[in-house]
């Protein structure tokens, strides 16, 4: 049995496979392009001469396919042949276009019409003999089919098939989408087969399968989010009412509540105490040793509280503070605008005159001047007899020498002559060189203050401090007291209070105080002015 492989991984186009009608070749083997690999199955198409004739429908067993040949392709000079791959009833790519060649047998004559066999015979043998001399098969080889299956004969072209091994063609990788979009790539750089869709219709439902065995114990889960509000709970029975407890500490002062609904006019009051603020002392002590007794209605001012005369107790009585406490610093107002400059004022005194600088040093000597031009000589005089001294006369000129005389006697020392003319100034000398650095200067006086800067921004408000220990429990105010009634200091010594029931004091003038109609008995009437 012969066997023919048609590699269509490869680049080849045409395929020797013997003679026109010949029966040995039986099948072939066909590998497919590496991009078809992935695929149900494959369908061989032919083309003889104007008809397109497809195949059986092949699988892919070992890497390759196997396709018996039949008498109508083998009785044909040239047929071509193309191989498509489908996945379902989609086709998915097809092998480029390949030639299969059958030669004449000798005489031209197709051996399977032939009758006689004597004839049949003589052709037969013609075959072996051209099939071993053009296409010689070696020998003391074994040969095996892509399955391993040893074949009695192969179909070798042109030697012993020790040629080359061509290079590895590209690999094309198919993927599929959810959608069921068949596509390819490859890492040869080849055209890609065009993306189809092979996903089928929805089948029917498949059986319930078999009851699975019980699972494992699941690990344990997180512990679940926080489940909503339960419903509220039927009330409980009450419970005895229990022993009082110990007051508490005193509270921070209440945040101020928001203003109650006007009230419904209380009945009229019997008529108030009229108070008269006379005055003000430094202490009780004061205003007890300047007014020791006092009239209904009289009241001072110590430190900010009010005390009146009482005629029950026969003395001063503190009826509470009629000061606020003093107000925080208010923010500080916006920088105001700049002012209109002020009228000049009238000039100061004209200073005294400062002490005299320290002595600079000596300037250096100038260059000396050129020397002056030499007068002519004059002439000689005869000497005169000796004269008074006469008055100084002025200067006279430069005469010329005259001619020596004999010397006279020796004269009285004349008087001393008047100061010479100022001669004309020298040409000037070539400056000196430039003299060295003098000493530091005395420290000049203090300049006046820079104008006052403009307010800077406030700053950011610091970080909240961390809250301040739990101080100790205070001594507290004494149990008792009424309803109205507040503690007041019953003397100097710490905590030694005692409770008086309040009087609201009401600041007025005298004329408020008389329109009244009606005062209460509880209020005292502060009249000021």
Not at 277 to 301: Q, W
Not at 338 to 362: F, I, N, S, V, Y
Request: aromatic letters at 4%.
């Amino acid at each position: 049995m012969r066997i023919r492989i048609i590699d269509l991984s490869s680049d080849r186009q045409v395929y020797p496979m013997g003679f026109v009608g010949e029966n040995d070749f039986r099948t072939m083997e066909i590998i497919p392009p590496h991009d078809m690999r992935n695929v149900d199955f494959y369908v061989a198409r032919f083309g003889i001469g104007n008809e397109n004739v497809p195949s059986e429908t092949m699988t892919l067993v070992d890497g390759v396919l196997t396709l018996a040949l039949w008498q109508r392709l083998t009785k044909n000079k040239s047929v071509t042949m193309t191989l498509e791959g489908y996945i379902g009833e989609s086709l998915i790519g097809k092998s480029h276009m390949v030639t299969l060649q059958f030669r004449e047998a000798a005489g031209g004559a197709d051996p399977s019409e032939e009758s006689d066999p004597t004839i049949a015979a003589q052709i037969n043998e013609l075959h072996e003999k051209a099939f071993t001399s053009a296409e010689e098969t070696p020998t003391g080889i074994d040969f095996y089919n892509i399955r391993g299956e040893k074949v009695d004969d192969v179909y070798v072209e042109g030697g012993t098939g020790g040629g080359t091994p061509g290079k590895d063609g590209a690999t094309f990788t198919p993927a599929v989408s959810a959608g069921g979009d068949l596509s390819w790539t490859n890492n040869g750089g080849k055209p890609n087969p065009p993306t189809v869709n092979v996903k089928g219709p929805q089948g029917a439902p498949g059986m319930d399968g078999a009851q699975g065995p019980k699972g494992d114990v699941g690990t344990q889960g997180d512990t679940g989010a926080q489940g909503a509000q339960g419903l509220q709970g039927e009330p409980g029975t009450p419970g005895t009412k229990g022993d009082t407890g110990a007051t508490g500490l005193q509270g921070p002062k209440g945040d101020t509540g928001a203003q109650g609904a006007q009230g419904t006019p209380g009945a009229d009051g019997k008529d108030g105490t009229g108070v008269n603020i006379r005055g003000s002392y430094d202490s009780i002590e004061a205003l007890r040793a300047a007014h020791p007794t006092g009239a209904v209605g009289d009241a001072y001012l110590i430190s900010g509280y009010l005390w009146v005369w009482s005629d029950t107790e026969s003395d001063w009585i503190n009826v509470g503070i009629i000061q606020g406490p003093k107000g925080d610093t208010g923010a500080q107002g916006a920088q105001g605008l700049q002012g209109e400059p002020g009228t000049p004022g009238t000039p100061g005194a004209k200073g005294d005159t400062g002490a005299q600088g320290l002595q600079g040093p000596k300037g250096d000597t100038g260059a000396q001047g050129a020397q002056g031009l030499q007068g002519e000589p004059g002439t000689p005089g005869t000497p005169g007899a000796k004269g008074d001294t006469g008055a100084q006369g002025a200067q006279g000129l430069q005469g010329e020498p005259g001619t020596p005389g004999t010397p006279g006697a020796k004269g009285d020392t004349g008087a001393q002559g008047l100061q010479g003319l100022q001669g004309e100034p020298g040409t000037p000398g070539t400056p000196g060189a430039k003299g060295d650095t003098g000493a530091q200067g005395l420290q000049g006086p203090k300049g006046d203050t820079g104008a006052q800067g403009a307010q800077g921004p406030k700053g950011d408000t610091g970080a909240t401090g961390a809250q301040g220990l739990q101080g100790a429990a205070g001594a507290g105010l004494p149990t008792g007291g009424t309803a109205g009634q507040i503690p007041v200091k019953a003397s100097a010594t710490n905590f030694d209070v005692e409770w008086q029931t309040r009087i609201k004091t009401v600041t007025m003038t005298q004329a408020q105080y008389n329109a009244l109609v009606t005062k209460d008995a509880n209020t005292l009437y502060a009249i000021v002015g």
